[in-house]
């Protein structure tokens, strides 16, 4: 199965070891991946904002640019979001019967968890991650995509790995996007309500499907030197650290 990966741009600018991380968990599992050269911005931010008009231009390139592919992968609940739901509406504003009969036979976007659960059929990637660890389930995998518990069974399928329940886990970390850059004080205060939690569980690591929302919470923990790192979830289903020597020893590791 060949899929188009969409890094969105976040993760090419500032967090690449997130998209490297489903690159390698993907081949590992068999799925031939593919990056498009031509995509750029889905247009996320500036439709959030109201601009759809302004957002045709990269509605076109991104149909260029996945046109082909039996799936996409997208490691990021908003922007897959974006493309599955805001799309369409971009394309009926224009008033172009063509581009709305385009985005309606696109390929199917997945984000990461419903791509490895539904697609593929797994559970268990074969991964390996020897620390406790907590989830924050982003508002949009959550209430735009509906993923569910797909996420927390990847998790807690994995080798080593220690879960702890987040508090108040379904409550919004505060970015939010353009939401951060205009209700700065807002957002920070909702930031620290869930940087709090995290340090409530005492797990060594947060993990979450969006950068965005990582960035925004990973950055609060590490002003207050929480001493909690964060990690895409791709990042730790991709983890084998540590397995080939453990396997040596004791057997498989459960």
């Known amino acids: 199965m060949t899929v188009g990966l969409l890094p969105t741009c976040l993760n090419d600018a500032l967090f690449p070891e997130a998209a490297k991380a489903v690159v ?17 911005c889905c247009g996320q931010p500036m439709i959030n904002s ?13 149909l260029a640019a996945v046109a082909g592919y039996e799936a996409i992968v997208v490691p990021s609940g908003s922007c ?14 224009s008033g172009d019967p063509a581009l709305v009969r385009a985005v309606e036979q696109a390929p199917p976007v997945h984000d990461l968890s419903e791509f490895l659960v539904d697609v593929l ?7 390996y991650f020897p620390h406790s660890v907590t989830y924050h389930p982003t ?14 069974r990847l998790l807690q399928a994995v080798r080593g790995l220690r879960w ?13 996007g353009t939401f951060a850059v205009k209700n ?52 730790v289903l991709a983890s084998t650290e540590g397995l080939a020597s453990t396997e040596g020893r004791a057997g498989p590791a459960r």
């Open 24 to 40: 390698h968990l993907l081949r590992r599992l068999g799925v031939v991946v593919d990056v498009p050269g031509r995509q750029t």
């Open 50 to 62: 109201g601009y759809l008009d302004e957002a045709v231009p990269l509605l076109r390139n991104h």
């Open 80 to 93: 897959a979001g974006s493309i599955r739901h805001q799309h369409r509406l971009v394309a009926q504003r």
């Open 121 to 127: 059929d797994v559970v268990d990637v074969g991964a």
């Open 139 to 152: 508002c949009h995998s959550l209430r735009v995509l509906g993923v569910g518990d797909r996420p927390t």
């Open 164 to 176: 702890t329940d987040l508090p108040a886990a379904e409550e919004c970390c505060g970015f939010g």
């Open 184 to 235: 700065p004080d807002t957002s920070i205060a909702m930031g620290s309500d869930k940087a709090r939690h995290v340090q409530e569980t005492g797990a060594e690591v947060l993990v979450a499907g969006d950068s965005s929302c990582l960035m925004h919470i990973g950055g609060l923990l590490g002003r207050q030197r929480a001493g909690v790192r964060v990690m895409h979830l791709a990042e």
